[in-house]
């Protein structure tokens, strides 16, 4: 079974910083990328920032300048650094995987369980 188990977020305050973890587990031969999404309550998810295998990023604009994915591909862990965080940045965050391909040949995209990050004004 393919999962994603994050780690991090919490509370801080305005400006503040904070690291999410992703990591995906699990009979994994290969992930084409991985992403970082939000919610807040009544919306949809919202696509914060990806990362491909072959470490192509992309922010969406209200992350750009403040956020930064990254991976560690030996440890199929994917992060996401929040710094300068504003309250409009409060949501749950989830992350994603994009074409998880098992060792039995499966097609896998999983989600997170989702973490809650909070930023006080």
């Known amino acids: 079974q393919v999962q994603l188990v994050q780690s991090g977020g919490g509370q801080v305050q305005d400006g503040g910083s904070l690291t999410l973890s992703c990591v995906a587990s699990g009979s994994i031969h290969s992930i084409h990328a991985m992403y970082w999404y939000r919610q807040t309550p009544g919306n949809q998810r919202e696509l914060v920032a990806g990362?491909?295998?072959?470490?192509?990023?992309n922010y969406t604009d209200s992350a750009k300048g403040r956020f930064t994915i990254s991976k560690d591909d030996a440890k199929r862990a994917t992060y996401l650094r929040m710094n300068n965080l504003k309250p409009e940045d409060t949501a749950v965050y989830y992350c994603?995987?994009?074409?998880?391909?098992?060792?039995?040949?499966?097609?896998?995209?999983?989600w997170g369980q989702g973490t809650q990050v909070t930023v006080l004004s």
């Open positions: 990362i491909t295998f072959g470490g192509t990023r």
């Open positions: 994603n995987a994009e074409g998880i391909v098992t060792m039995g040949g499966q097609l896998k995209e999983p």
